[in-house]
Every structure is written in structure tokens, then in C-alpha cells.
């Protein structure tokens, strides 16, 4: 176990791996840090990012047990875009491999959490966009169920 003064945080190190664990809401932490050079797109920043991810999640997959409740923890690439797989219990927290604490504060330093939240954003104005032409192309009158499959077909035209 190690104390990270600067964030108040409390890291629990696993002594046969050198992984991390952090409890619920300590990522958040991590990742709430300010972009100190920021990158201006995803392609600079994988670039930017590329030596710090390029030698993890080699090999084949590997499933953990969360350590509090022995569940198999869901795996997820953090931020969405950074190329980070970590392995999160919802219920209690995530653990990190050596390096990938360090390849997450890289990426949040390079100001992945921005563009991965200007990412999300664009992705769900164009969604409303198909939406909203979707309903001014539906024809009157039609039921819900009706208007349910045109939209899934108008959807895939």
C-alpha cells in the first residue's frame, strides 16, 4: 500500500504483480487532473500516446476477480480512446497493471478526457440530427409501432 500525497489518495499495490487497485471514485480523481499539453485531435494524441500503450494488453485476455467480491470484473478501454484496457468491479473499483496509471495520467496530461467528451458530444448531436430528420420525413397518422419499424428501416436506407 502506498499514499499518494499530492491527490490524498490511498493505492493498494499488489506485491506479486506491482498492479494497483483503487476503490470506487479514485480513478475519477485521477482522471478529474488538468491537461497541462493538451493535443488538438484524437490522431495527435495517439500519436502523442503511442510509446506509453504500445506495449500493453499484449497477449491474450485475461479475466480478473475483483479482490473484494471475486466477481470477474468488466474490461474497458478508459476515456474511451486511449488505448488503456483496465478491469473495473462496478461495486467496488478498478486495477490497474504496472504502467497503466502511468499511461492514464499521460493521456489525461495530453487532454484525452476533453476530446473524448467533445467526442461524445458531437457523436450524440449528429444521433439527435438523425432523429429530428427522421420525424420530419415520417409520415402523418402513423402508430408508434409503425413509426418504431419505419425509423429502424430509414435508419439502415
Known sequence: MSTDFERGLELDRCLGCSGLWLDVGELEIISAATATAPARSVGELRQRLEGHTAHMNQGPVRYRACPRCRDIMNRRNFGTISGVIIDECPRHGVFLDPEELEAIERFVELGGMALQRRGEE????????RVAQARQREPEGMSARDWLWWSVFD???
Open 122 to 129: 458531437e457523436r450524440l448531436r449528429r444521433r439527435e440530427l
Open 155 to 157: 435508419w439502415f436506407a
